[in-house]
């Protein structure tokens, strides 16, 4: 059948006769192999992996495979890993290799429009969103900085607008309120996993229509640098708590102690009234506080620069702390 009902034009015979699809995988960091182990568990056929080149690091600069990558090397696929998806090189790649789609889970470049127009279905981008909130490189981390009770994760189909396209579908998650960005990105990219492999099936036998996006509720999470993960002493501490929470474990929290940076790990917010002033530091039955601009934080763990993480009581028997004595002046 062709493209107006039946099994999608390009698709290939599945388990048991279900149609199938060729597939070119793309994405690069940790939350993407489960989305990629699920569609090698799938009745579709992952053809070939696309990937940001290898990256330099340590002091010998050596180079350093994503984990999508070392993922598919074991699976013994092809492994595409273009400077840019716009080097004609990798659209003849693209092209040679005849896939009907391209999932893509947290590749890391744009992909130019002579690309998306290459598979028979596009390109289907799982989001780690409620779609259109949190549109950008860092919707989890924006989620639970801004206090979201609800997010969850959609797919929907790669337009040249920033994660703009109509989706196909939707999980949900709660964010519970000791969620770092690392817990609630683990249970979405299981769930996002299940959700992509869905997507793909209804593609495949042609039940699956996308929808729009609505127009309301659009909000951006532009990717955190390590400026930006600096905590602000003068915010109200449930802010304090919910922000640090947002960057963990990367960029990771930090502030500063007798010019040295200290990173800072979750902290429990205690609301009220409070003698600490913004960043004054108390020891109190064993706790370390930190005044904010709205009650005290009971810092967790901290990391001295150049040490080791440890519990914050542990540090402050170490740094003493002095009556009045502040973090990030």
């Known amino acids: 059948m062709g493209r107006d009902g039946g099994v999608p034009a390009g698709a290939r015979p599945g388990r048991e006769g279900e149609p199938a699809l060729r597939l070119l995988f793309a994405g690069t960091p940790a939350p993407a192999v489960v989305a990629l182990e699920a569609l090698l568990a799938s009745r579709h056929e992952v053809v070939a992996v696309l990937t940001r080149p290898d990256a ?10 994503s984990p999508v990558a070392e993922r598919a090397d074991a699976a013994g696929l092809p492994v595409l890993q273009p400077r840019s998806p716009r080097d004609p090189e990798f659209l003849e790649q ?5 896939v009907d789609c391209a999932p893509v889970v947290a590749y890391g470049a744009l992909v130019p429009q002579a690309a998306l ?5 596009g390109w289907v981008n799982l989001h780690f969103s ?13 989620a639970i900085m801004a206090g979201d009770e609800i997010t969850g994760a959609s797919t929907f189909r790669l337009e040249a607008g920033l994660d703009t396209g109509p989706v196909f579908g939707t999980v949900t998650e709660v964010i519970s309120p000791r969620d770092t960005a690392g817990d609630l990105l683990g249970r979405l990219a299981v769930s996002g996993a299940g ?11 042609g039940s699956l229509v996308a929808e729009p996006q609505p127009a309301e509720g659009i909000s951006l999470a532009p990717r955190i640098e390590t400026a930006d993960a600096r905590v602000d002493w003068q915010l ?42 913004p960043g004054e530091l108390a020891v109190d039955s064993g706790s370390v506080l930190v005044g904010t601009g709205n009650g005290v934080v009971a810092l967790g763990a901290v990391q001295p620069a150049g040490k080791r993480m440890l519990p914050a009581a542990d ?8 009556p009045g004595e502040r973090v990030g002046t």
């Open 236 to 277: 109200p501490g449930h802010v304090v708590d919910r922000r640090i929470r947002g960057v963990t474990p990367a960029p990771g929290a930090w502030t500063t102690w007798r010019g040295d940076r200290l990173r800072v790990g979750p902290v429990e917010s205690r609301p009220g009234p409070s003698p600490l002033a």
């Open 195 to 205: 959700l992509l492999v869905a997507t793909l099936d209804g593609i495949a036998d």
């Open 117 to 121: 127009d290459l598979p028979r279905h």
């Open 315 to 322: 540090w402050a028997r170490g740094a003493r702390p002095q």
């Open 130 to 142: 409620l779609l259109p909130a949190w549109r950008g490189a860092a919707p989890v981390q924006h």
């Open 56 to 65: 330099r690091s340590g002091r010998g600069r050596s180079a350093s495979r």
């Open 94 to 98: 693209l092209a040679a290799l005849d």
